[in-house]
């Protein structure tokens, strides 16, 4: 009732500025500059200083707090940059101005124009000789929002959390900027950005369950991507021996802190390089971004400090169990004794599973929440790795690895299987797989196996979770706190609503 009654008063108002023949929602506001500029500019002068400055400055943005002091009121304005101070004085502005002023509500979005000046308590403000309102808020803005314990409420209305929680503006202004820094990287090392098909005839490059789609022109079904490898690695045969691709992929999958089903990823393929060649290479864009936000190749993630220093942690996925979980070596190459060590962990596993897949069971559930400093884990099993090459001294591990840090998964590479006999074993060892009931195995690409056919050179090719990439450098819990607007269930009840703001002030 009480922010009906809130919107039944803007309402109100709105007649009342309609009635007046003023513009509600006006385009013609020209702005010079941001309240950022004007802190960098001004911030750290003292008032007598300020006095010699004859510029006037204009600033636009949200309305945040408003404190009346009878003929004079102090406001907050923010922008993208941040907030400044604007003070209103009955006797500096028009009566149209003034009256316009006094109809204004916390959360519209306002132009002011004059001079700066600072209080007597030192804060920087525009002494405002124009005030205009170029957009009117409806709706209150929330009172506590970043208190609010449903947090599906702030990635529901992402337009709310932006505005009341600068934090999370300033997330992704991060994210944007370690987006531009792997780009100069790679446009550094000759890496030219693609683009590659978002709808598929088969959903290829990774064991992951696809969505589906349906085209009605062309008549036929189609798949969202789950990875770009395959067509980036047709560019490689085609002769573009270094690209790379920032973009999305989509996964029918499960929703946790870790996996949003549609998710940002950049996928590299480099000629004439191995696995062992991308681990140096990633050391160096992960050293270089760190090095770019915060100066050293240190940071903080959710309590616990990362060192990214050279040189990372190598392990083979065997050793990595070995060492976390006090295990005979000969028990991981016998496949009944996998078994049984496998049960006495307190794991599901089929007594006719495939070693290999063993193997990654024990890993994934027991050892990779201990790789907390950077990690490569290598020598993963062929039954696991369909599109890896296999390793020269053991046929049966691949030349591949994944980076682990905070136990979770930010990267995958291989060393590229070009061979087109292998690789149409390794599809067809994947359909098998599809028929007993693996939804998430490999479909047969006749098309890309003709492609290996013409020779792709030896190529090495990764790819690194951006969103994860972005979590572990703004220290965020969630992958929902670093995409703006993540999946959610439409169908799931938001909890008590906000509680509405004071009028007049935050």
């Known amino acids: 009732m009480e922010e009906s009654e809130l919107i039944r008063n803007r309402k109100e108002k709105i007649a009342g500025i309609r009635a007046a023949g003023i513009d509600l929602y006006p385009n013609d506001a020209r702005v010079k500059n941001t309240s950022a500029e004007l802190r960098a500019r001004f911030g750290d ?32 304005i923010q922008d993208r940059k941040g907030r400044l101070q604007a003070f209103i004085h009955k006797g500096l502005i028009t009566e149209e101005d003034y009256a316009l002023f006094k109809r204004l509500d916390v ?16 804060e920087l403000t525009i002494e405002a000789r124009e005030i205009r309102l170029l957009a009117k808020s409806i709706h209150p803005l929330p009172e506590k929002w970043h208190g609010l314990t449903d ?29 531009k820094l792997i780009r100069d990287f790679m446009e550094e090392r000759d890496f030219l950005e693609v683009e590659t098909p978002m709808m598929q005839a088969q959903a290829g490059g990774a064991a992951a369950k696809p969505f589906k789609t349906y085209h009605n022109a062309l008549g036929m079904e189609l798949y969202m ?26 996964r029918n999958e499960g929703i946790s802190t870790f996996h949003n089903p549609e998710f940002t990823m950049m996928e590299f393929y480099m000629a004439y390089a191995t696995y062992e060649d991308l681990m140096d290479l990633t050391e160096e864009l992960f050293i270089f971004i760190a090095r770019n936000l915060f100066g050293v190749p240190q940071f903080t993630y959710q309590g616990t400090e990362i060192d990214l220093k050279s040189p990372w942690q190598r392990i ?11 295990v005979a070596p000969g028990v991981l190459d016998d496949q009944s004794q996998a078994v049984v060590f496998s049960r006495q962990l307190g794991l599901e596993v089929d007594e006719k599973e495939a070693l290999g897949k063993i193997l990654m069971i024990i890993f994934e559930e027991r050892v990779e929440k201990n790789l907390v400093q ?7 099993p062929v039954e696991v790795s369909p599109l890896s090459r296999r390793n020269t001294l053991n046929p049966d591990f691949t030349d591949r690895f994944e980076l682990y840090i905070c136990g979770k998964e930010i990267a995958n590479a291989f060393s590229e299987l070009n061979d087109p006999e292998d690789q149409r074993g390794r599809f067809l060892m994947q359909l098998r797989e599809r028929e007993a009931g693996d939804e998430e195995a490999h479909q047969m690409d ?20 951006i969103d994860r ?30 509680l509405p703001l004071k009028e007049r002030e935050l």
């Open 469 to 498: 990439l972005v979590m572990l450098f703004t220290d965020s819990a969630s992958i929902r706190d670093v995409i703006l607007f993540p999946q959610l269930r439409t169908n799931t009840p938001l909890s008590t609503p906000p």
């Open 45 to 76: 002068l003292e008032q007598e200083s300020l006095t010699q400055v004859e510029e006037t400055f204009s600033l636009a943005g949200r309305l945040m707090a408003i404190r009346n002091f009878g003929k004079a009121s102090f406001v907050s």
């Open 374 to 380: 950077p990690t490569f884990v290598t020598q993963y």
């Open 225 to 250: 991507r789950i990875a770009p490898e395959l067509y980036l690695k047709r560019l490689v045969t085609g002769g573009l021996e270094r690209v790379y691709e920032i973009n999305r992929n989509f």
């Open 151 to 179: 947090v599906e409420t702030r990635y529901r209305q992402r337009h709310l959390d932006l505005i009341m929680n600068p934090d999370v503006k300033e997330v992704f202004y991060k994210r944007s900027r370690i987006i």
């Open 446 to 465: 006749e098309d890309y196996i003709k492609t290996l056919e013409y020779a792709m050179p030896p190529t090495a090719g990764e790819g690194i979770g």
């Open 316 to 326: 083979t996925v065997k050793e990595a169990i070995i060492q976390y979980l006090d």
């Open 107 to 122: 959360g519209d979005i306002v132009y002011v124009s004059g001079r700066i000046f600072k209080t007597k308590t030192g």
